[in-house]
């Protein structure tokens, strides 16, 4: 099965910059994409992007495209996501999530590393 770990969260101030990690172990011939989901306090958790496992689309929350930017090392089974110009509002818990061919199907999900971003 395949088991994702995330890292890379901690404090930073903003317009500063973190760059979050999601390793992959397990099979991952049944993957589509991985994605970078995010939870603040009290609210839903949301998509923030996405990129495709076997090709190169991606796919940015409107409120992050240009600031975010998702990469992948396949040879590292690694997926990355670089903040910049972070606000207190990209505040929240960032997980990693592998998604099945089907939109939405995700069947493996990390443990979700913290990002705080400080007015």
């Known amino acids: 099965q395949v088991e994702l770990v995330e890292s890379g969260g901690g404090l930073v101030q903003a317009g500063g910059s973190v760059r979050l990690s999601c390793t992959i172990s397990?099979?991952?011939?049944?993957?589509?994409?991985f994605n970078w989901h995010r939870q603040a306090p009290g609210r839903e958790r949301e998509f923030v992007a996405t990129?495709?496992?076997?090709?190169?689309?991606?796919n940015y929350l409107d409120s992050v495209r240009g600031r975010f930017t998702i990469s992948k090392d396949k040879t590292k089974n690694t997926v990355y996501l670089e903040m910049n110009n972070l606000k207190p509002e990209d505040t929240g818990v960032y997980y990693c999530?592998?998604?099945?061919?089907?939109?939405?199907?995700?069947?493996?999900w990390g443990q979700g590393t913290q990002v705080t971003v400080s007015s």
């Open positions: 999530a592998a998604e099945g061919a089907r939109p939405g199907a995700y069947f493996a």
């Open positions: 397990g099979p991952t011939g049944s993957a589509f994409a």
């Open positions: 990129i495709s496992w076997h090709g190169d689309n991606t």
